[in-house]
């Protein structure tokens, strides 16, 4: 297939990951919209006895999620300025960074005291920052088979679907954050 | 640059066939050899979900009945209705239909994402076989809508129910997306919008709701398994949840829903009638803008289903109104349906009847709707049997007639064999007939007062019911008809041509059955179709199979 006709199927590719995106945009608003409809619902928020997580560490690893970001957006650059060491450099420190964002997500879920199934807070918190944590945890395996892509020569100048679906989908999961964070946080 | 080129690079060369058995048949990337496999599969899981209600109609054949304990009978009802919705009329319609003929209609060589399509098929028998494996451990009771608290609080089998129906909805999204995008990116050369064939509209419009609506379905049987599963407090009211969020959810992809099991039928009565009364349709224009906007109004609606559930009188309202707005453009599709009759030569054959079928029994239940959609005779009709009359009336009237109406149509196309004609007719009077006779009692005794999923009732409806039950067995009686008129047609059927309707649509500018890469070359689209009298639309198409026949 010539570069010209892949064009095409580039195209093809792209549109559909952006209509998978866009639905699993839809998934992440039902249960926004549970939890603010459970929110409004309820006498008191939080409810009773229930405390709300610390902004500090949920801050400083929003910092440390959207430097992901932002590696990630300069590491495309990079390759497509063919500075292929720089290009591997970004991605590892947004792999790390991605793992470190987890590693924070971690240590905030040992360390509350609601629980899933203790109250509809935790039922909307744990759900969603859960279902966003296992978004990230999918998204950092997809950055590491495309450092092991890249490693093998797959990618050329020209044809790097790959490396393009993970970049939109680690933005993806960055925007998701900003509502969550947002929505649990500070609203 | 050479025209062939346009928007169809690696689908113009033909790749080599696949050569064993399991490529071939099992797990086929070809859209044709998928679609056969869900119209078998859904085909199967009608019969099953058809079984179910004859055993409720059994029931229902006097009050007090012993053929089924209640709880059985509240199994059997709401694993029919799951079973009818997801494993039968969604999968036919949109896996069936819509992989078999959408690709040839724009003349491509395959699905966008081929790979994908395989996969939305796998996952189709593995999603029915735990929907009805959920008897052995107390299939779900409260209906196919199973609203919290009951489903909550119901054994196993709900949640067996959650698991199979998030799979089939994980295959609809991936289908809506994968057509989504073939139906944008892979239309042959010339293909602009006006000149698509009305059933790629169809299919287009409820790929985009496929893709869109599911993934609430999704979210919202997630909530309730890990509620069930796990203690997560989304629908417990003692723990500030609300079974009303269940509600909001849920309906937020089931109105989307319906309109995907209607559009395609939709798409199918549009083909058909051009063909079989040889005149352009009319209001091509018409018809194409009114699905997309179904589809685009289907999703604000969905409270209509609520009115009894404790809304503010202005949503009320709001959602009357939408749902009576909704009737405008589907109306303007029957009205230009009927209008393209006109001046027609009107053949009668088989599809042609299942098509005045549809447009009967819809046209009626659309009636009904808008009747349940005034929120004063929603607060009495909910849950009756006037509901059960309207939604059958629209999704047997119009899903299944219209279903009907195009594996007469499409058979030759994909077997290379007519089914017989004659025993057609018989399938469809007699289908017609039991179907009315079925459920156009219902809605007296539903306006007299009999509520829906009940076991029992009180015995003023007994002589209703003993009718409805008798034509209810008729009507699956009738279902033989077209059994045997398959099976026959594939041992000894009269050998189809390339084109046995006079088509002007590209499925039938190729041999029958279809080869595997479709078509030779790309054709190139040079006007619309369905314009009879004029010349061919088409440039690229072997001249000996364009031909279209003249009665």
């Known amino acids: 297939m010539s570069d010209f006709e892949y064009e095409e199927v580039r195209r093809q590719r792209l549109l559909g990951f952006l209509f998978f995106l866009i639905s699993d945009c839809v998934i992440f608003g039902d249960f926004i919209f549970s939890y603010l409809y459970l929110r409004n619902a309820a006498p008191v928020w939080p409810p009773l006895g229930i405390e709300r997580p610390y902004l500090y560490l949920a801050a400083v690893n929003s910092v440390v999620l959207f430097g992901s970001g932002a590696t990630m957006h300069f590491a495309m650059e990079a390759f497509r300025h063919s500075n292929r060491r720089l290009f591997v450099g970004l991605l590892l420190a947004t792999i790390v960074l991605g793992s470190m964002f987890l590693g924070g997500q971690a240590y905030e879920y040992t360390h509350l005291h609601d629980t899933w199934a203790g109250s509809t807070f935790g039922a909307s918190f744990f759900t969603l920052t859960g279902m966003h944590g296992f978004h990230v945890f999918i998204g950092v395996i997809f950055l590491i088979t495309v450092l092991i892509q890249t490693l093998r020569g797959t990618y050329t100048p020209h044809r790097y679907f790959g490396l393009t679906a993970a970049t939109l989908y680690w933005h993806f999961v960055d925007v998701i954050w900003v509502a969550l964070f947002f929505l649990f946080y500070i609203y | 640059m050479s025209v062939t080129n346009i928007g169809q690079p690696e689908s113009s060369h033909i790749h080599p066939p696949p050569d064993t058995f399991i490529k071939k048949y099992v797990f086929s990337l070809d859209h044709k050899v998928i679609a056969v496999q869900y119209f078998i599969t859904g085909g199967l899981f009608f019969v099953l979900a058809g079984l179910l209600a004859e055993l409720m109609r059994a029931q229902l054949m006097g009050p007090n009945n012993h053929v089924l304990s209640i709880a059985t009978y509240n199994q059997a009802y709401s694993v029919h209705g799951s079973a009818m919705v997801w494993l039968v009329v969604i999968p036919l319609l949109t896996g069936g239909f819509g992989n078999l003929v959408m690709p040839l209609q724009i003349g491509a060589r395959d699905v966008a994402f081929p790979w994908l399509n395989m996969i939305s098929f796998w996952l189709f028998p593995p999603a029915g076989i735990l929907l009805f494996a959920s008897f052995l451990y107390g299939a779900p009771q409260a209906g196919w809508t199973e609203y919290p608290p009951f489903s909550v609080q119901m054994p196993f089998g709900t949640s067996m129910w959650c698991m199979a129906i998030f799979l089939i909805g994980v295959s609809a999204t991936i289908t809506g997306l994968n057509f989504l995008v073939t139906i944008v990116k892979m239309r042959a050369p010339g293909m602009t919008w006006t000149r698509t064939p009305l059933f790629v509209w169809a299919t287009g419009v409820t790929a985009f709701l496929s893709m869109i609506a599911t993934a609430n379905l999704s979210a919202a049987l997630a909530g309730l398994f890990i509620q069930r599963e796990f203690g997560v407090p989304f629908y417990d009211v003692s723990r500030g949840g609300a079974p009303v969020l269940w509600q909001h959810v849920f309906w937020f992809y089931s109105h989307p829903a319906v309109y995907i099991m209607i559009l395609p039928a939709f798409g199918i009565v549009s083909e058909v009638i051009p063909t079989f009364v040889r005149r352009p349709i009319f209001g091509y224009k018409a018809i194409a803008y009114s699905s997309a906007t179904i589809g685009l109004l289907s999703f604000m609606v969905w409270a209509h289903h609520m009115f009894t559930s404790g809304l503010q009188h202005w949503e009320q309202f709001a959602f009357m109104v939408l749902t009576m707005l909704i009737a405008v453009p589907t109306g303007i599709k029957i009205f230009s349906w009927v209008a393209s009759l006109w001046g027609g030569k009107i053949r009668l054959d088989s599809p042609l009847l299942f098509v005045f079928g549809f447009l009967s029994t819809f046209t009626f239940g659309g009636v009904t709707g808008i009747l349940l959609a005034s929120v004063p005779v929603d607060v009495h009709e909910h849950a009756s049997y006037f509901v059960v009359a309207h939604l059958h009336y629209v999704l047997f009237g119009g899903s299944m007639f219209g279903i009907f109406a195009g594996m007469y149509?499409?058979?030759?196309?994909?077997?290379?064999?007519?089914?017989?004609?004659?025993?057609?007719?018989?399938?469809?009077?007699?289908?017609?007939?039991?179907?009315?006779?079925?459920?156009?009692?219902?809605?007296?005794?539903?306006?007299?007062?009999?509520?829906?999923?009940?076991?029992?009732?009180?015995?003023?409806?007994?002589?209703?019911?003993?009718?409805?039950?008798?034509?209810?067995?008729?009507?699956?009686?009738?279902?033989?008809?077209?059994?045997?008129?398959?099976?026959?047609?594939?041992?000894?059927?009269?050998?189809?041509?390339?084109?046995?309707?006079?088509?002007?649509?590209?499925?039938?500018?190729?041999?029958?059955?279809?080869?595997?890469?479709?078509?030779?070359?790309?054709?190139i689209v040079l006007s619309g179709p369905y314009d009879y009298g004029k010349p061919l639309p088409y440039a690229n198409v072997d001249q000996e199979l364009a031909t279209v026949p003249v009665h």
């Open chain 2, 409 to 523: 149509y499409w058979w030759p196309k994909i077997t290379g064999r007519l089914l017989d004609e004659r025993l057609g007719k018989w399938h469809f009077w007699s289908m017609f007939v039991a179907f009315n006779a079925t459920f156009l009692p219902m809605h007296w005794i539903g306006l007299h007062g009999m509520p829906r999923r009940v076991a029992t009732y009180d015995p003023i409806y007994t002589s209703t019911n003993e009718f409805v039950s008798i034509s209810a067995f008729v009507l699956g009686l009738s279902m033989l008809i077209f059994a045997y008129n398959a099976l026959r047609s594939a041992k000894s059927g009269e050998v189809a041509g390339p084109n046995p309707w006079g088509g002007r649509t590209l499925e039938w500018m190729i041999p029958s059955p279809a080869p595997y890469y479709n078509f030779k070359e790309i054709p």
